[in-house]
């Protein structure tokens, strides 16, 4: 009997340790996607919104939603780009559900 929990235990953990997988990668996307977004509302050169795009991602590993959504309204904010709060979360949401998409489809 404690081979079948043992079994159940083992198979939970690996799903958890994959959802974090999934979760991990796509909030990685979602990061470039939005840092791409506002590179393009200050108006950067693609090459340029390319090394923002990176740069922020890398920045931003580890950090939660509220600390990313506030790194770029503050970066916004220094380039001169109104943008609500909400619009913003908008953005992020949008791009986090394509990204979890296209993690999950093996994209």
């Not at 790194?71 to 916004?76: E, N, V």
């Not at 908008?90 to 489809?105: G, I, R």
């Amino acid at each position: 009997m404690s081979d079948a929990f043992q079994d159940r235990e083992n198979t939970f953990e690996k799903q958890f340790a994959n959802d974090e997988a999934i979760r991990f990668r796509a909030v990685a996307r979602r990061n470039k996607a939005v840092a791409l977004w506002a590179a393009d509302l200050k108006g950067l050169a693609a090459p340029d919104a390319e090394k923002y795009a990176d740069d922020f991602v890398a920045a931003q590993v580890g950090h939660s939603d509220d600390h990313v959504a506030a790194a770029l309204k503050a970066d916004l904010d220094r380039g001169d780009v109104d943008l609500s709060d909400h619009r913003l979360r908008k953005k992020m949401d949008e791009e986090m559900a394509e990204a979890l998409a296209s993690v999950k489809s093996g994209k």
